[in-house]
């Protein structure tokens, strides 16, 4: 599989996040997962229904990055964190708010923005 097919859902999911109709597949059990998917990890199950992102998530956990790698030496430093979305658990760069501020709790949006490095998409949480 070629990186263009594998990155093709992943690079939709963005646009669709950018243009503010983010999305997530659900399985038919209910089980969450970002694009690009053929098999449901939690069931096994093939066929998925494209759901709407809801609107605001909760950060589960959470890191601070001093020294980032050459892709994200720009960024720094960062706070990358897990952020619970209900049915899925994403995971993104916090922006927006001091990294001293960001803590277990806070409710975000996940938005698509670019990394100040590359200019690659990356998945940001800002706070609502």
Request: hydrophobic letters at 35%; proline letters at 8%; glycine letters at 10%.
């Amino acid at each position: 599989m070629s990186d263009e097919t594998r990155d093709a859902g992943f690079d939709e999911f963005f646009e669709a996040l950018a243009d503010g109709e983010g999305y997530y597949l659900e399985c038919e059990n209910g089980h969450g997962s970002l694009p690009p998917r053929s098999v449901c990890p939690e069931c096994g199950v093939r066929e998925f229904t494209e759901e709407p992102l809801p609107v605001a998530g909760e950060v589960e956990t959470f890191t601070v990055t001093r020294v980032a790698m050459p892709d994200f030496e720009a960024d720094e430093p960062y706070v990358t964190a897990v952020a619970d979305f209900g049915p899925i658990r994403l995971t993104g760069q916090v922006r927006g708010v001091d990294h001293d501020e960001v803590a277990v709790g806070m409710v975000v949006e996940a938005v698509a923005e670019e990394r100040e490095t590359t200019g690659d998409p990356l998945l940001v949480f800002r706070p609502r």
